[in-house]
């Protein structure tokens, strides 16, 4: 155990995935989930945020060009994680997955937030969630969190922020 625990204002900065076709990645980050291109380095690598910051996803081919996903049993990433801003910001991500033809794995309520699962072109794991205010956590008559896993009410958050023609 460590002496003190970790900085409080310390995050995980930018996630780098290995991608069998950056084309089909970008196609994916940038076209269905609407991350923006900050820099490209060839036809090898790519670097992809939200807002203007230097990079949150980073994407290459270095190791991986034409590969296969890990298979089941092996160990690697389980899933990255995009934290959107509000419920409405995340039922719109959701609308653009599911315009694009892609897939859910799951949608859980946890308590503290609520989590659309899916995969990406590679296969890779992508959770797609939003925090609610820490003040509706819930917790234990100790304090302690009590997060759960519980299924998501699907066509209530799509409705959340809907505009005409995204009702589903």
Not at 33 to 54: I, S
Not at 82 to 105: K, M, N, Q, S
Request: glycine residues 14%.
């Amino acid at each position: 155990m460590s002496e003190r625990p970790i900085h409080p204002a310390v995050s995980i900065g930018h996630v780098h995935l290995k991608v069998a076709d950056l084309e089909r990645a970008l196609g994916f980050y940038c076209g269905v989930l609407g991350f923006e291109l900050t820099q490209r380095f060839g036809r090898g690598a790519a670097f992809l945020a939200a807002g203007g910051y230097h990079h949150h996803l980073g994407l290459n081919t270095w190791e991986s060009a034409g590969g296969s996903p890990p298979p089941p049993g092996a160990t690697g990433l389980f899933h990255l994680a995009v934290l959107y801003p509000t419920r409405a910001e995340l039922a719109d991500a959701v609308r653009r997955v599911l315009r694009a033809g892609i897939p859910l794995d799951g949608a859980s309520d946890h308590g503290v937030s609520e989590a659309i699962y899916l995969r990406d072109p590679d296969e890779n794991g992508v959770e797609l969630y939003w925090d609610r205010p820490r003040e509706l956590w819930p917790r234990t008559g100790d304090g302690e969190l009590a997060m759960f896993t519980r299924p998501l009410d699907l066509p209530a958050l799509l409705r959340e922020g809907a505009g005409p023609g995204d009702e589903r």
